[in-house]
């Protein structure tokens, strides 16, 4: 299994531009999340889901957008990117049943918003 | 909602010695407890967890306290090595609402 896989690794966006951060898993888990991590401040959740066409706004979620139309991948979309959204960026899954199970995440991807 | 406090936010030790991470918690609903470790450049990865039915739990070098009266859970690493450097993360959740995190320790075993 190759678990949480995200790409790109990295990306470099102009203010104004927009982008998809893709997160696939291969579990077949049917929790997935967003997260962002900015330096010394933690990850903060942008957008989870608990099933396929089902999906949660986070604390942080303006200026993303999510769908979930498959099981295996949650893509992240950023419009009109602002340099307030520089950040790494990370995807994670839990298996169904509960929000007590372990998570886990994908490598992260770094953005730049320059 | 939940707010999750840690402490400190780096950390160093001499490898042998031993290293204590503090997090409180603000939402006595949370009942679940988990330790992620963060290596450079990788994701976090669960280390252990605890619920609100046990007091204490280890594993091998790393053990977790929790006190619900006083809202307020632990990480214990004993005979830190030069692999336990890393960034660490405390969370909280009810079980019932996604895990929110604390803003992490960065531990650093000096050999």
């Known amino acids: 299994n190759a678990g949480v896989t995200q790409t790109p690794k990295f990306r470099i966006l102009k203010i104004g531009q927009s982008m998809t951060l893709q997160c696939t898993q291969d579990?077949?888990?049917?929790?997935m999340y967003w997260y962002r991590q900015d330096p010394g401040m933690g990850l903060k959740l942008i957008y989870y889901s608990v099933g396929a066409g089902i999906t949660d706004k986070g604390e942080v979620p303006n200026g993303y957008n999510v769908s979930r139309s498959t099981t295996e991948d949650f893509p992240l979309r950023l419009e009109l990117a602002a340099p307030s959204q520089t950040s790494v960026y990370f995807c994670?899954?839990?298996?169904?049943?509960?929000?007590?199970?372990?998570?886990?995440f994908g490598p992260g991807t770094r953005l730049t918003v320059l | 909602g939940e707010n999750v406090e840690q402490h400190p936010s780096t950390l160093s030790v001499q490898e042998g010695d031993s290293a204590v991470i503090k997090c409180t918690y603000s939402?006595?609903?949370?009942?679940?407890f988990p330790w992620y470790k963060q290596e450079l450049g990788k994701g976090p990865q669960l280390i252990i967890d605890?619920?609100?039915?046990?007091g204490e739990k280890k594993d091998q070098r790393i053990a977790v306290t929790l006190n619900k009266t006083a809202k307020h859970f632990s990480l214990h690493i004993t005979e830190t090595q030069p692999e336990d450097s890393a960034v660490y993360f405390c969370a909280a959740s009810s079980g019932n609402t996604p895990l929110v995190f604390g803003k992490g320790t960065r531990l650093s075993v000096i050999a």
């Open positions: 605890i619920r609100s039915n046990v």
């Open positions: 939402d006595s609903a949370s009942n679940y």
């Open positions: 579990m077949n888990h049917n929790y």
């Open positions: 994670a899954s839990t298996r169904s049943g509960s929000l007590y199970n372990e998570q886990f």
